[in-house]
């Protein structure tokens, strides 16, 4: 029989999976999901706890590393990125700078993809392979625990 842990890890990853298709729109500013806002709705659909998000912890002029890791602490305990990702963690990919996180996902290690929120194509479902290279951080969610 699973596991508390192990179930709020596969109900994650479903709860993405159901969101992949919808339309990607920064901040929600209308019908759709931003990479933040995609893995809350997901946290919701499957009954994982997060501590909420206020416009100003991801409005656009404070989009930093430092925002991006603050709420990625706020949900979640860090584990070191030399470990394998597991099904359902939280992980943070850096975009411009080596390092320094500005987009994040859900990591499923059934088929090694992350589903993430993306401009111009929504919420998906992408091989990790290529994002593997810009993973700078790895969190399990507190409401696993």
Known sequence: M???ET????GM????RALVGQPFRHQGATTGFDCSEAIQAAAQLACVPLAPMTRQDYCLANLNAATVLSWAHKWG??????EKCRHGDLILIWLLNPGEP?????FADDTDSILHARPRRGVAEDSFAKWR?????VFTFHGYE
């Open 102 to 106: 500005l987009h994040a996902g859900i």
């Open 77 to 82: 305990r860090e584990r070191p990125t030399g």
């Open 7 to 10: 179930l709020r890890r596969m």
């Open 133 to 137: 290279l810009r993973l700078s951080h």
């Open 2 to 4: 699973a596991n508390l």
């Open 13 to 16: 990853v479903t709860a993405m």
